[in-house]
């Protein structure tokens, strides 16, 4: 029994959840169509985008959920550490660098989700234009991508957070919204 106690939980469903959200977030697609820019900051912009999806679809279903869902949050940001250190930043660096990205993390979250509750596409075009598109603003690509998250967002509410929790997440085919004329 007391060794029970120093048994380190398996986090293999928390793993599969945040290696779905980041498998959706690196669809080519997303690169090439909605022209989000293929760097460093591109990509960790689109896996927080998921990653914004996935967490407010989960909020207020209890303590377990809340409990999972930290779990999830916190490898991604174990990932982000572990990511900087491969890339060669120093260990000194490393904590102020995730401090950022978690600033970041949270400041797209209130930029995002207002938006997407309201299902404003236009709002949240712009907020995406302000995070992801800073350099080159792409109206169109803006817009499709708004257009996705929202559908992302509909579509994940129609999951139970049993089946969000077991990495079998469904999102919507982001190839469908490559052509939407807006």
């Known amino acids: 029994m007391l060794f029970g106690l120093f048994r380190r939980r398996s986090r293999d469903a928390e793993h599969r959840v945040y290696c779905e959200i980041v498998a959706q977030a690196r669809q080519p697609v997303f690169y090439s ?9 591109g990509r960790f ?17 209890g ?11 916190d490898l991604f940001f174990q990932d982000m550490d572990a990511s900087l250190r491969e890339m060669g930043v120093s260990d000194t660096r490393v904590p102020k660098k995730v401090k950022v990205m978690g600033e970041a993390f949270y400041g797209r979250a209130d930029a995002y989700i207002p938006s997407i509750d309201a299902g404003d596409a236009g709002t949240l ?27 992302a967002a509909r579509v994940l509410e129609g999951q139970t957070a049993q089946e969000l929790m077991s990495g079998a997440i469904t999102w919507p085919d982001a190839e469908a919204f490559k052509a939407l004329a807006v």
């Open 45 to 61: 912009d689109l896996i927080v985008a998921h990653a914004v999806l996935y967490f407010r679809r989960m909020r207020g279903e």
């Open 63 to 73: 303590k377990a959920v809340a409990e999972f869902t930290q779990n999830v949050f």
């Open 33 to 41: 169509d909605f022209l989000v820019p293929d760097t460093i900051d």
């Open 125 to 151: 075009a712009e907020a995406l234009e302000r995070n992801i598109y800073t350099d080159t603003p792409e109206p169109v690509a803006q817009m499709r991508l708004a257009h996705y998250m929202l559908e």
